[in-house]
């Protein structure tokens, strides 16, 4: 719900009049800040810092997440949310569910329940087509 809210009100914001002129990369950064003041008031109330010894390989895997993941994946997505309608932000935002279960069964084999897959892409696959037809009308 934070989430799809956070979008919902990003791509509202910059719709209006004293924000549409801002370019998106001068302000995505304090998506960051924001993420960091959550990270650190958890931390200081449930972190244990004798249990951090992180090693090489999760430096990395913590780099990759927070700079092309969180940073530059967050950015282009919230870029697109500004380019489309509502309706195709809600249901893309319900594709990254089955995209994720795709990309653990293609790259870690992990098992996956097949059925549910096909029909949830199913019902997202037809509120991509309810959604096209629908607004086919108006912009015609």
């Known amino acids: 719900m934070a989430f799809a809210l956070g979008q919902v009100l990003y791509k509202k914001l910059l719709e ?3 924000l549409s002129n801002i370019k998106q990369s001068k302000i995505f950064g304090y998506f960051h800040f924001g993420a960091l003041g959550v990270a650190l008031v958890a931390f200081g109330l449930f972190g244990d810092s004798s249990r951090i010894v992180p090693t090489p ?12 993941a969180s940073g530059l994946g967050y950015f282009l997505w919230n870029r697109g949310a500004t380019q489309v309608d509502s309706g195709l ?9 089955p995209l994720g279960l795709i990309v653990n069964l293609i790259f870690w084999s992990k098992s996956i329940d097949t059925t549910a897959l096909v029909l949830g892409g199913s019902m997202i696959f037809g509120a991509l087509w309810l959604h096209a037809r629908n607004l086919a009308p108006s912009v015609a």
């Open 16 to 18: 209006t009049p004293e």
């Open 57 to 68: 390989t999760q430096w990395v895997v913590l780099l990759w997440l927070g700079i092309v």
């Open 89 to 97: 932000l809600a249901i893309m935002n319900n594709a990254v569910i």
